[in-house]
Nanobody, 114 residues
Framework: VQLQASGGGLVQAGGSLRLSCAAS????????MGWYRQAPGKQRELVAT???????NYGDSVKGRFTISTDNAKNTVFLQMNALRPEDTAVYYC?????????WGQGTLVTVSS
C-alpha cells in the first residue's frame, strides 16, 4: 500500500491550496492521519494531525490558517491551506498510522511566492 499526495504547486502569498493524500489500497485500523512538512535546510515538522475520533492538532505556525479533514471510508486525508505565506514553502508529506506500522507519502511541493 502506498500513499499518494497531490495538490501542491505554486501560489502567491495570501492564496490557498488544498492537498489530498489517498492510499492505493486498504489500510485497516487507521488511528491517526497527518501532514508534515520539510523546508530546505530544516527538519521535518508537524503541520496537522487528526485522530480516528476527529481530534485535531496543529503546528503553531499554521493554526487558524490550515484545516485538516478526512474521508475515512477512502483512507484519504486533506489539508486546506489558506492565507499562505512564503515561509509555508516546503515539501508536504502525509502520514497514516495503524497499530502495526506508519505509512508515509512521497511528498508534494508547495511554493509560496511573495
Amino acid at each position: 500500500v502506498q500513499l499518494q499526495a497531490s495538490g501542491g504547486g505554486l501560489v502567491q502569498a495570501g492564496g490557498s491550496l488544498r492537498l489530498s493524500c489517498a492510499a492505493s489500497g486498504s489500510i485497516f485500523g487507521i488511528n491517526i492521519m497527518g501532514w508534515y512538512r520539510q523546508a530546505p535546510g530544516k527538519q521535518r515538522e508537524l503541520v496537522a494531525t487528526i485522530t480516528k475520533g476527529g481530534s485535531t492538532n496543529y503546528g503553531d505556525s499554521v493554526k487558524g490558517r490550515f484545516t485538516i479533514s478526512t474521508d475515512n471510508a477512502k483512507n484519504t486525508v486533506f489539508l486546506q491551506m489558506n492565507a499562505l505565506r512564503p515561509e509555508d514553502t516546503a515539501v508536504y508529506y502525509c502520514k497514516q498510522v495503524n497499530s502495526y506500522r506508519t505509512y508515509w507519502g512521497q511528498g508534494t511541493l508547495v511554493t509560496v511566492s511573495s
